[in-house]
Every structure is written in structure tokens, then in C-alpha cells.
């Protein structure tokens, strides 16, 4: 079984067991994170959501990972899900899209998501730079949220109500994902602090180069932290809206993102001399949080 886009044959298209056990592996064998939220999943939705994670999780590697031409990647990963709607003549050969065929069938799930998804990867490799936070929420809008989207449609929501709650959890997981990362990503070429904000308090893309965690870069995290903190606060507001099972893993995310945000600052916001992470006791009094709420059924069913 191939694992890459760009090694596979498309003449090599498996059967429907063998895609669904390779996105099943994927999912379990190498993302922890994970494997750990769908302990809580009732059994009826975990193949359909490692279906779904199969395809997050491809079009991010061919966006990070791939060699070669990604953009060309990425398009011919579209060509896939094109198929997958039943476009083209053939049907889908990667295994992650014969498998998610069956899971977009089942739930009705528009293209929409997976497109934006795709979008985003091609942003990465266009743009590295983002001038103002509504460029950055742009972003989001394509690399996120569309997650929140896919894992509300499997669970049978479509109203758009729904999906700008869960936009807001999904963005702020995005934007603490940058905040943690900072470091990370400005070796890897990219910046995702506004350029705006750099400007409004005063640091430069020179004192980032050079490491500086400064007055005004505190000043500046401490702004970006606020902004997640007051997403995911309105993102809650999703939890009493779904059911029993689902609440559990968006309140496992929601407290799971917000401890970052207080490891941040925690460490006085310098996230240039150490990456800001929760310890294993932390994650694992999470995890048991999250068990008790399920035994409880936190919040009231809609």
C-alpha cells in the first residue's frame, strides 16, 4: 500500500477494506492526538472520521512535506476528489479517497470543505507574509475551519449557525498553533503574526531574525493570546448545540488549546527561547476531565 501521493500509481486503486484500514493505521499509528480524542467517539462515527482525517492529513504533508513541484501535487490530490464526486472517467485511486468516497456518500458532505483545505496548502506555497489579521482569518478560514465543517456534517449538522461557532473554536486552535509556533515557523520561511501588529507595537522581522523576546514582542504575543482566549470562548457556545458524544471531544480541544495559551504566558510570552507545551500530567488531566464530563453528560442534550 502506497502511502504518499506522489509514489502511487493510479492504476493501483484499492479494494474498500484496504483503504479504509490504511486511513484507520494512519490515523492510529502515527498521530497521537488523534488516536486519544477518539477514545470518546462512539464506535458508529470513528471509521467516517479516519476517513476524514486521512484527507487532512495527506493535503497537509503534500503542502509541508512533499518534494518536487507541490502545487502540481495538490492538483492532481483535486483531480482525486473530483473523482470522488463522481467527475472524470475513472473513479479515485489513493487509498484515503476510495475510502473517503464512501464517507462523502454517506453524510451528504459537499466539496466545499476539502476544497478550501487543498486552497490552503496552495496559500502556503504562494504566501508567506500576512499584512493584516484579516488576511490571517482568511487563512484560517481555508486551513481550519473546514475541519470543524467536515466533523459537523458527519454528526448530521448542516446549519450555519453551528458552523460559525465552531469556525471560532477552530480558528482559535489555528491561531494558538501559530502563537506556540513562532520559532518553528520563521525557520521554516513563514510568518503568520500580522504584520500589522508587528508595526503597531514596535518589532521587526530584524529582532524576530535575531531572537529577541523583548518588551514589544511580549506586548505583541499578549495581544495575539488575547484573540485566541476570546475565540474559543465564543466557540463554546457550540457545546450545549451538539450531542453528548461530540461535546466531550470539543471540550477536550477548547481546554486542551486554552492551556497553551496559558502556557504562553506562563513563560512571560517568550516563545522564541522555548516552545510552550502542556506536560504529559497536564494532557492526561485532560483527558480524564474530559472521561468524567462524558460520564456526566456535561452540559444539557439539544
Not at 99 to 111: F, H, M, V
Not at 201 to 215: N, W
Not at 232 to 246: A, C, N, Q
Request: with cysteine.
Amino acid at each position: 500500500m502506497v502511502a504518499t501521493i506522489h509514489t502511487w500509481s493510479a492504476t493501483e486503486a484499492p479494494s474498500l477494506d484496504e483503504a479504509r484500514a490504511y486511513c484507520r493505521d494512519l490515523a492510529r499509528s502515527h498521530y497521537e492526538n488523534f488516536a486519544v480524542v477518539s477514545w470518546f467517539l462512539p464506535q458508529r462515527y470513528r471509521q467516517d472520521l479516519f476517513h476524514v482525517y486521512g484527507f487532512c492529513r495527506t493535503v497537509d504533508d503534500l503542502g509541508d512535506e512533499a518534494p518536487g513541484d507541490r502545487l502540481a501535487l495538490l492538483d492532481r490530490w483535486e483531480e482525486e476528489l473530483r473523482a470522488c464526486y463522481g467527475e472524470g472517467a475513472r473513479g479515485p485511486s489513493h487509498p484515503v479517497m476510495v475510502a473517503l468516497r464512501e464517507t462523502i456518500g454517506k453524510y451528504d458532505i459537499p466539496p466545499e470543505p476539502f476544497r478550501r483545505l487543498i486552497e490552503a496548502n496552495r496559500m502556503d506555497q504562494r504566501q508567506q507574509r500576512y499584512p493584516t489579521y484579516a488576511d490571517l482569518l482568511r487563512y484560517c478560514e481555508h486551513s481550519a475551519n473546514p475541519v470543524g465543517h467536515l466533523v459537523l456534517y458527519v454528526w448530521g449538522y448542516r446549519d450555519a449557525d453551528r458552523q460559525r461557532l465552531s469556525d471560532a473554536t477552530c480558528t482559535a486552535l489555528q491561531l494558538t498553533n501559530f502563537w506556540q509556533d513562532v520559532r518553528r515557523d520563521w525557520e521554516l520561511g513563514r510568518l503568520y503574526l500580522p504584520l500589522e501588529d508587528m508595526q503597531r507595537f514596535g518589532y521587526s522581522e530584524d529582532a524576530l531574525a535575531a531572537g529577541q523576546a523583548d518588551d514589544r514582542f511580549r506586548a505583541l504575543l499578549a495581544f495575539e493570546v488575547a484573540r485566541a482566549r476570546e475565540l474559543f470562548r465564543e466557540g463554546l457556545k457550540l457545546v450545549p448545540l451538539v450531542s453528548r458524544e461530540l461535546r466531550v471531544d470539543l471540550r477536550l480541544f477548547t481546554l486542551g488549546g486554552m492551556k497553551v495559551l496559558d502556557a504562553i504566558e506562563r513563560q512571560g510570552y517568550d516563545v522564541l527561547s522555548r516552545r510552550p507545551a502542556l506536560t504529559r500530567w497536564q494532557k492526561e488531566r485532560l483527558v480524564l476531565g474530559a472521561l468524567a464530563a462524558f460520564k456526566l453528560g456535561w452540559g444539557s442534550r439539544p
